[in-house]
């Protein structure tokens, strides 16, 4: 089945750790995404990639680091930086980012710091 | 004032009830727009894409208004499973979309 594959589903993090979450799309879209969305919140961009090889920062890059090597995956990588990772994470894609595409979710990683 | 503005309800109505969301957006330039809908602790669906003409599927139509930059939606003849968050969404640019903070329905018996 063609869609977008987050992972984990969960995931715990101690205070000082980094965590990578896994994004990876077989729709052979250009433009992929990486949202947080906190309780009662509506989403805020943290990163977006147009293209492979390039990214930009979104809102809310502070604390986060993503990659684009390759086509298929935008993994998002939450650094101990970041103060409040404690949120669900939601990486999306579109097949290029001109305006009237729609864009398709991945179903969604929890991240709780403890 | 934020870019896409919602009623962040809850908009509590019986079963077969006709609903209606406003949202609007601060850039009028915005280039295209969609409703998605979440279930709790769920990712965002899409919905239905808003065109200025307006459409429908089944029980759901979109207006666009782009003079007073507003769209809406409409449920008529409400279920229980339409119960969920309703978010705006609005292409302000080529690459960036604008989520609204959502609008949430509960459908009673």
């Known amino acids: 089945d063609g869609g977008i594959t987050q992972s984990p589903k969960y995931l715990f993090r101690k205070e000082g750790q980094n965590v990578t979450l896994s994004c990876e799309q077989n729709?052979?879209?250009?433009?992929m995404y990486w949202y947080r969305q906190d309780p009662g919140q509506g989403l805020r961009l943290i990163y977006y990639?147009?293209?492979?090889?390039?990214?930009q920062k979104g809102d809310i890059a502070e604390g986060y680091s993503v990659s684009r090597e390759k086509k298929e995956s935008f993994p998002l990588t939450v650094t101990s930086a970041q103060k409040n990772p404690t949120a669900f994470y939601l990486c999306?894609?579109?097949?290029?980012?001109?305006?009237?595409?729609?864009?398709?979710f991945g179903e969604g990683s929890w991240l709780t710091v403890v | 004032r934020k870019e896409v503005e919602q009623d962040p309800g809850p908009f509590n109505v019986p079963e077969g009830a006709t609903v209606a969301f406003n949202c609007t957006y601060s850039n009028s330039a915005s280039q295209s727009f969609f409703w998605y809908r979440q279930d709790c602790r769920k990712e965002p669906k899409l919905l239905m894409s808003?065109?200025?003409s307006g459409n429908e599927d089944g029980r759901f139509t979109a207006q666009l208004n782009r003079a007073s930059q507003y769209i809406s939606l409409l449920i008529r003849d409400s279920k229980l499973s339409d119960s969920a968050t309703y978010l705006c969404?609005?292409?302000?640019?080529?690459?960036?979309?604008?989520f609204g903070s959502g609008t949430r329905l509960l459908v009673r018996p």
């Open positions: 729709l052979n879209h250009d433009a």
């Open positions: 999306a894609s579109r097949p290029d980012p001109g305006p009237g595409n729609t864009i398709y």
């Open positions: 990639s147009q293209i492979v090889n390039d990214f």
């Open positions: 969404v609005v292409n302000d640019s080529s690459y960036k979309l604008i």
């Open positions: 808003v065109y200025s």
